[in-house]
């Protein structure tokens, strides 16, 4: 019989009634965070593609050397969750990512382009380990069977974030750059003091998040206490197409999202002549995502994820055709839509792919995050295909990504131990 707890609470061995709300109200805070340095990116790539003089697979860099780090970090960082604990692995990681934000301002000292990829590296770095730490602590705060509701709904504060970015970047990036008296050294400084206060606002965090007493959880549910799991997460299916869908996601979504501000512009849609015009645009894009997480934290109480999932990729596909068909705000506006279809899409994958894995658990999201790497590989694939044959021609690269998520979500979710 199905349970009567609400959301975020679970009954503990002895039957007693456990509510994790404070809890997930706490994590929050760190969805919007990483969401907010996240999709900083898409303002940095045209700033920095100017100042540097940059052809777009260049540009893509700063999401290669962005996502690439959580290839590098993602296993170490299950190791080291596993260790210390969920709580102390965001601690560490809200640290390492502040560090990373303070690098922007010899980066920009110093008009090095390298330099500020490897800023980006370290900041990203503590990302991923918020990510491992965050993630699957967010699945064991509640009933198993409501995970995907409830990582949907925190995830919904991480587009928040990335909503909220862009306007922030405009105005205190592209719009401080956009004199036509600047240097090229001064356009970089204007990178400086943003990121300060965001290594200012991670620190806050970091003590908070050292000084809260959230619940102790261990990885192992009573419903997954098995002394038949044995192994490792590689040996599901499902976690490693889980992976793949992973991988092709966030590919797809950082793609998009890194072209949107260079789109508009050949486009020449009225009234975007500028880049700080054109890149608040990239709102309704994250913020299409935001929406859609609130209203999925709702309805996949009731609708089967796989299916959900599927649904999703394949609407995101037919407007993307639309945009590489049309042009104007025809084009513009169905591709800020596929923000609304991307919604679902990473909570989704992620609850189906560590479904019954047990005391695996860590492992599987250290693998997941690990392919997190698709951000990094295919915008730069999508680089070197619209500095060959334009923008608007490279979306078909996405199309192949949503393609794949819609088998995972019919056939490729359903757990399986080989």
Not at 43 to 62: E, T
Not at 176 to 201: D, H, I, N, S
Not at 242 to 267: D, K, M, P, R, T
Not at 321 to 350: D, K, R, Y
């Amino acid at each position: 019989m199905a349970s009567s707890l609400p959301t975020g609470s679970v009954q503990s061995n002895n039957g007693v009634n456990v509510d994790y709300r404070f809890a997930l109200t706490s994590l929050t805070s760190l969805f919007f965070m990483w969401g907010f340095i996240t999709c900083l990116n898409d303002i940095l790539i045209p700033h920095l593609k100017g100042i540097f003089d940059l052809s777009y697979a260049q540009a893509m860099l700063v999401q290669f050397c962005f996502f690439g780090a959580y290839f590098i970090v993602s296993l170490p960082a299950g190791s080291l969750v596993k260790k210390v604990g969920f709580q102390r692995g965001i601690v560490t990681g809200l640290i390492i990512a502040a560090v990373g934000c303070l690098l922007f301002y010899p980066a920009a000292s110093m008009h090095s382009y390298p330099v500020f990829l490897f800023a980006l590296f370290v900041l990203a770095s503590g990302i991923t380990i918020l990510q491992v730490s965050a993630n699957p602590y967010v699945s064991c705060l509640g009933r198993p069977e409501t995970a995907s509701s409830r990582l949907t709904l925190t995830q919904a504060f991480n587009s928040l974030g990335t909503t909220v970015a862009p306007f922030f970047g405009a105005y205190l990036i592209l719009n401080e750059a956009a004199g036509a008296m600047a240097t090229a050294q001064e356009k970089a400084a204007a990178v400086q003091m943003p990121y300060v206060m965001l290594a200012a606002m991670l620190l806050v965090l970091a003590a908070i998040f050292a000084w809260l007493k959230l619940p102790h959880i261990e990885e192992q549910q009573a419903h997954e206490k098995t002394s038949k799991q044995v192994g490792s997460a590689w040996g599901y299916s499902h976690l490693v197409l889980g992976a793949v869908g992973i991988f092709v996601y966030v590919g797809a979504e950082v793609a998009i999202g890194s072209f949107l501000v260079n789109y508009f512009h050949e486009l020449n849609i009225e009234g975007l002549e500028t880049e700080a015009a054109a890149a608040k645009y990239i709102a309704y894009y994250w913020g299409g995502a935001m929406v859609g997480r609130f209203i999925g934290g709702l309805a996949m109480q009731k609708v089967a994820a796989g299916k959900a999932l599927a649904f999703n990729a394949v609407a995101a596909m037919v407007l993307i055709v639309v945009t590489m068909m049309t042009e104007g705000n025809v084009a513009m506006w169905s591709i800020l839509l596929v923000g609304l279809c991307n919604s679902i899409m990473f909570p989704t994958i992620f609850s189906l792919a560590v479904t019954g894995l047990g005391r695996h658990t860590s492992q599987g999201s250290g693998i997941l995050c690990l392919a997190i790497v698709g951000g990094a590989i295919v915008p730069v694939i999508q680089g070197f295909l619209a500095d060959s044959m334009g923008v608007q021609m490279s979306f078909f690269l996405p199309i192949i990504c949503y393609a794949f998520i819609a088998y995972y979500g019919l056939k490729g979710s359903v757990p399986k131990h080989v």
